[in-house]
């Protein structure tokens, strides 16, 4: 059974940094693409970024390049999202997905296993 951990979600004033990690188990997870999506409140789930295991293909939603980026350890099997100049429009629950995708990265229906979420308020 695969889960996933997020971690890292806080409060943070407007231009502030956040970085969020999932921690995924078991460790063997061979071929995985791992995701993170948000979901404001009254809003619809959206793509954030994701990274295949092997790290060599990343992805990022348009709007968020330049601010977010993704990254990954296989040795902690754990997948970092770095948030920069953050703003109030990016409070958001943030989750984690994560499945073998053989299609775009950016749909969430591609997603099998999920985390929680961690919860991120930029205030401004």
């Known amino acids: 059974q695969v889960q996933l951990a997020e971690s890292g979600g806080g409060v943070v004033q407007a231009g502030g940094s956040l970085r969020l990690s999932c921690a995924a188990s078991?460790?063997?997870?061979?071929?995985?693409?791992m995701g993170w999506f948000r979901q404001a409140p009254g809003k619809e789930r959206e793509f954030v970024a994701a990274?295949?295991?092997?790290?060599?293909?990343?992805d990022c939603a348009d709007y968020l390049k330049g601010r977010f980026t993704i990254s990954g350890d296989n040795a902690k099997n754990t997948v970092y999202l770095q948030m920069n100049s953050l703003k109030s429009e990016d409070t958001a629950v943030y989750y984690c997905?994560?499945?073998?995708?053989?299609?775009?990265?950016?749909?969430?229906?591609?997603?099998?296993?999920w985390g929680q979420g961690t919860q991120v308020t930029v205030s401004s």
């Open positions: 997905a994560a499945d073998q995708i053989m299609g775009t990265m950016r749909a969430s229906t591609a997603y099998h296993y």
């Open positions: 078991p460790r063997t997870f061979i071929g995985y693409t």
């Open positions: 990274i295949t295991r092997s790290g060599s293909k990343t």
